[in-house]
């Protein structure tokens, strides 16, 4: 079984400032990572994914993550934020042998970019 | 179509009603979830289908959800004798393969049960 903390439920943000979300996660398999974005009234939307390879992630939008194995962390960061990136964030992890891969989220941060 | 479909959009059922969810997936596509989103919670699995084979049900809090896909394509959430806590939003998920992290979510339903 797979948990998924993420510390912070709310984090606001002046526009153009950097931002990170923190997630850390415990599982006894090995797992796959993801982080999502859900803006107002609409689904998830996957920003990028951890499966292996390279610790640093990359996705769209600007954001990117690093997988840190040690400390069973997959913080989320973007250097400067827009108005446009208020929205909730989730981060999700999957065992790699789960059927079909089902995910287990976090609790969300919510993110409040200010002008 | 070009993405997931969930029908409704928003549905109010009184206490006790037995309600009906429905989720088109993505054409071709052979993976299908069902998650629960509680308000302010992140979504929680409920069951899991790789076409019309339901392989996972772990996540259904009751015996009074029940899903199904039968043709392997449409799926249908059913909740029985509604209750207050089964207020949340219903997200359907599908991929074209089992595979890690290559799902496309619905907008879900927003269920609320007075």
């Known amino acids: 079984a797979q948990s998924v903390t993420q510390l912070d439920s709310q984090v606001p943000v002046f526009e153009e400032a950097p931002v990170e979300l923190r997630c850390n996660y415990s599982?006894?398999?090995?797992?796959?990572l993801f982080w999502y974005v859900q803006y107002p009234n609409q689904g998830l939307q996957l920003l990028l994914k951890?499966?292996?390879?390279?610790?640093l992630v990359k996705g769209i939008n600007g954001f990117e993550a690093e997988f840190n194995k040690s400390q069973t962390s997959f913080h989320l960061r973007k250097p400067s934020v827009h108005i446009s990136d208020t929205a909730e964030y989730f981060c999700?992890?999957?065992?790699?042998?789960?059927?079909?891969?089902?995910?287990?989220f976090g609790g969300g941060t919510r993110v409040l970019v200010k002008p | 179509g070009a993405g997931v479909s969930q029908s409704p959009r928003y549905k109010v059922a009184k206490r006790g009603q037995d309600v009906a969810l429905r989720c088109d997936p993505i054409s071709g596509h052979v993976s299908l979830f069902w998650y629960q989103q509680a308000l302010g919670q992140g979504p929680e699995f409920l069951t899991y289908?790789?076409?019309?084979?339901?392989?996972?049900k772990s996540g259904l809090p009751s015996d009074r959800f029940f899903a199904e896909r039968p043709e392997g394509s449409v799926s249908t959430l059913k909740i029985q004798r509604t209750q207050q806590e089964d207020s949340a939003v219903y997200l359907c998920?599908?991929?074209?393969?089992?595979?890690?992290?290559?799902?496309?979510f619905g907008s879900g339903t927003r269920l609320t049960v007075v």
């Open positions: 998920a599908s991929s074209l393969q089992e595979g890690p992290g290559g799902y496309t």
């Open positions: 951890y499966l292996s390879g390279s610790t």
């Open positions: 289908f790789q076409n019309e084979a339901q392989l996972d």
């Open positions: 599982s006894s398999v090995s797992v796959y």
């Open positions: 999700a992890v999957s065992g790699k042998r789960a059927a079909g891969n089902k995910l287990t």
